[in-house]
């Protein structure tokens, strides 16, 4: 990867998806991000953390802190389809490799391991890759689900959600001539349509009803259930909240 690409990396990294990537995991880094998402799948500590995280959203119930956790994982599991997508990059999926920062407002911040492999423009393919995210993924789901009683499709559609808004947006934006990285509209098209397709894509294809959709604007898919963020201190609804009626 030349040095500017490696810069927008980083930066893409950082500011889009609150990741910071690294090719080892030091002490210090765990002083940092003390959790690592492998943690998580002891009852105990991941209760600890949703009640920590129920805590910083205004005392809500461990339901609602469950569903507020998915969304906001579901930004590192996009993270993983954008770096793969747009730089050939994947990133590690295995639980010891990424850790966890609990920042205000039930929000995280990642740290992440490069693939064990160290692969660039890697031959590992998409199918391939969907794959260990889904495992991942799942591991996780079924963690929350267990200690929150929230149901695993519940939890898994918000982590979906993420996901398919990123291809809508990432082949939105890709029509710019601006964007960057270049020429990744066919990339970003295929691998689009292959996460719809349910024999390639695993656990990650799915169907979400767009909303609207001008010249101008980033398109904006449904979600199939709401993340309850209105229950939150100084939250409304979002703009894509299936809700029929928002005075709920």
Known sequence: ??????????????????????????????????????????????????????????????????????????????????????????????????????????VMAYEVRRHPKNLEHTDLKFSAYVQNVTVHMELIVQAVADTSGVPVKVLRSLILHQVHTLYAWLQWEAANPEFRPQGRQSKIAAERFALNQSKAAVGFAAKFRLIQHYPNERPLLMRPYCCQAYRTDDHGYCETCPKPSRSV
């Not at 990741?19 to 210090?28: A, D, L």
């Not at 599991?77 to 295995?94: E, K, Q, V």
Request: negative net charge.
């Open 1 to 106: 990867m030349k040095p500017e690409q490696q810069y927008e990396f980083q930066e893409l990294l950082m500011q889009q998806f609150a990741i910071r990537y690294v090719s080892s995991i030091s002490e210090k880094d765990s002083e940092l991000f003390p959790y690592a998402t492998s943690d998580l799948l002891e009852p105990s500590v991941l209760r600890h953390v949703l009640n920590k995280q129920a805590e910083q959203l205004g005392g809500v119930s461990l339901e609602v802190a469950s569903t507020m956790f998915a969304k906001r994982y579901s930004v590192l599991i996009a993270g993983m389809f954008a770096t793969y997508t747009l730089y050939d990059i994947p990133l590690s999926t295995n639980p010891k490799d990424i850790r966890i920062r609990l920042e205000r407002s039930g």
